[in-house]
């Protein structure tokens, strides 16, 4: 599979430095140089990446929005705070345009056994798609996915870290 | 997404990494036996590229059943039973006497040791020979500790048994690399079988000894693989969408209870190895996971948020009949059945800290193993006597072990980045 991905991402680089080439103008050294940036990147990320970096481009005009909802502890009810931004995402995501697909993150603080966190982490997840759902969001663009307690955001043993950490990222 | 590395490390490699997990008593019995452990050395007077007597005396000490005499003590190093002046032993103390001796010949040692009752002045064990090569040095000073371990105390000993735990370390980037390792029970002579730059949990072992099975994020997604340890061989068992966690060998080693949320929920199923069938266990709307098996086979007990907080539920395959088995307390999760199947342990929260406990299954009484903050994923050594866990010493994730009476405990704290989920594995025989 990795190999695969190697594959696909020199055959994108490849691509995309032929059509750079193709393009005879006074800008094609720019362009030369922007291919292989892309090709550099390419070269540790997957298909996927690409279109999140695509679409990252198109939205740099939209207003940059919060992606990180927070929970309390062994809670995966949607705090009465999250509802503005949720409703900023459901918002977007009504409309979400070609091949946008958005990944909804669960993480859970470390206290507690590791694979009842990875529930509780897809429990929280789950609650933030369902509300997107219920204000008109394709569940198809959505996918839930829990890392549990294994991807913190903050480091430390307080209620400071636990807090970061109990939450769910929305990836577009 | 990010680029995912995957490493597996095939046995014939012999991969080791330089990070050991290394010893640190913090607690052992009032009043441990007495025991001499003279230096098993070779009778051509070459020294040995492994001290045999020190890992066993360590070994012993760890127990918490044992105080060694040290060496500097010791008046002479007898070699044999007629070297032997008892009433030198008699004035430090000494209750037990271990002697021995190593003849080396192409590359293959052999080792010979007898065990005397000092206060008795006899021999309790009769010479026993062990041989293996230099590589098996470790593993034979941990089967003489195994023997004397059993003679003096009744008790099997699991020295000569093996951990596999998962090493996290984070790197200035705040990316991580996660392994899989597997080394003695010591924590001596580790081994990396699996590492990623994605999540691996769960690790445990098959019931023979012979193959793992965990969960890795790999392919970005949680699934749960098994591996052989000999060859390296490993097969993606579930692939589906949502939850594929928790990994439960069955007794007889055909199936694994997994959980899987592919039909909307946390709910645990097994699946049977050889022709991957996949057979719904739960069914509730709760949170059900964390399986591990009766060791009849007949019945699994598992997590459940089903009262509103986790405890621990046991349901009976046959009839899908679930029964609650913990109500102290607002938060019980991950049980085990101790290998005598009366006791469970598990983590338990109490005024905000997160222990390990052990449940008496007949009476329900609940004793605290730990007293430390986070303490988690509890594994019982196969002779019952101690379990390995991990918790968090000095700002780190490290192992420690705890005897099921609670008086024993050391840490076993890693050279290098946090380390987790111990297993214990079963005996290799």
Wanted: proline share 4%.
């Amino acid at each position: 599979m990795i190999s695969n991905v190697f594959k696909q991402g020199f055959f994108l680089a490849f691509v995309l430095a032929f059509l750079a080439g193709c393009t005879a103008t006074d800008t094609m050294d720019d362009a030369d140089d922007a291919a292989a940036d892309r090709a550099d990147e390419r070269g540790v990320t997957t298909g996927t990446a690409d279109r999140d970096r695509l679409r990252a481009s198109e939205e740099d005009d939209a207003e940059a929005l919060d992606n990180v909802i927070y929970f309390g502890f062994d809670q995966a009810t949607l705090q009465p705070e999250s509802r503005a931004l949720l409703l900023a995402h459901a918002e977007r995501l009504r409309n979400p345009g070609n091949n946008v697909s958005v990944r909804l993150e669960g993480h859970t603080d470390e206290r507690g056994s590791r694979e009842y966190n990875m529930a509780l982490g897809e429990r929280r997840a789950n609650a933030v798609r369902d509300f997107l759902v219920l204000q008109g969001v394709s569940r198809d663009i959505l996918e839930v996915i829990s890392y549990g307690e294994e991807r913190p955001a903050a480091r430390g043993s307080n209620d400071s870290a636990w807090a970061q950490n109990r939450r769910v990222e929305i990836k577009y | 997404m990010k680029h995912i590395f995957v490493f597996v490390a095939l046995l014939a490699l012999s991969f080791t990494a330089q990070a050991q997990l290394t010893i640190e008593i913090t607690q052992g019995v009032d009043d441990p036996t007495k025991i001499a452990v003279v230096p098993i050395q070779r009778t051509d007077g070459v020294a040995l590229p492994e001290d045999i007597s020190r890992i066993v005396m360590a070994n012993l000490e760890r127990s918490g059943l044992f105080d060694a005499i040290p060496r500097d003590n010791m008046l002479s190093f007898p070699r044999a039973e007629n070297e032997i002046h008892f009433r030198d032993w008699r004035v430090l103390g000494t209750e037990y006497l271990l002697i021995g001796q190593v003849t080396e010949n192409a590359g293959i040692y052999r080792v010979s040791y007898e065990l005397f009752d000092v206060l008795g002045e006899r021999r309790i064990m009769r010479r026993q020979v062990v041989e293996g090569s230099e590589g098996q040095l470790r593993s034979i000073a941990h089967n003489i500790s195994d023997r004397i371990y059993e003679t003096i105390t009744g008790i099997r000993g699991a020295f000569d048994t093996q951990i596999i735990y998962v090493e996290v370390v984070r790197h200035d980037d705040g990316t991580d690399t996660f392994r899989l390792m597997r080394a003695d029970a010591d924590g001596a002579r580790p081994v990396l079988l699996l590492e990623s730059s994605e999540p691996i949990l769960s690790p445990v072992w098959s019931p023979d000894g012979r193959r793992v099975a965990y969960v890795s994020f790999e392919t970005n997604r949680p699934a749960v693989f098994v591996q052989n340890l000999a060859t390296g061989e490993r097969e993606q068992v579930t692939d589906f969408v949502g939850l594929n966690g928790a990994p439960a060998w069955s007794p007889d080693g055909r199936k694994l209870a997994v959980v899987l949320s592919k039909d909307g929920n946390p709910e645990i199923y097994t699946l049977e190895l050889a022709n991957k069938r996949l057979t719904r266990v739960t069914n509730h709307f709760a949170i059900d996971t964390e399986p591990s098996w009766t060791h009849d086979g007949k019945g699994i007990i598992f997590t459940s948020n089903r009262g509103g907080r986790p405890q621990i539920y046991q349901v009976d395959l046959a009839s899908g009949r679930v029964e609650r088995l913990t109500f102290q307390g607002n938060y019980n999760a991950r049980g085990r059945l101790s290998p005598d199947g009366k006791s469970m342990v598990m983590v338990h929260q109490r005024e905000g800290t997160f222990n390990i406990a052990l449940q008496e299954l007949d009476t329900g009484t609940l004793r605290l193993l730990t007293e430390t903050q986070l303490d988690e994923s509890p594994s019982v050594a196969p002779n019952g006597a101690m379990l390995i866990y991990s918790t968090r010493h000095r700002g780190r994730g490290v192992l420690a072990v705890v005897s099921l009476d609670a008086g024993t405990r050391y840490y076993l704290p890693s050279e290098r980045g946090d380390v987790r989920e111990p297993a214990w594995s079963p005996f290799f025989d």
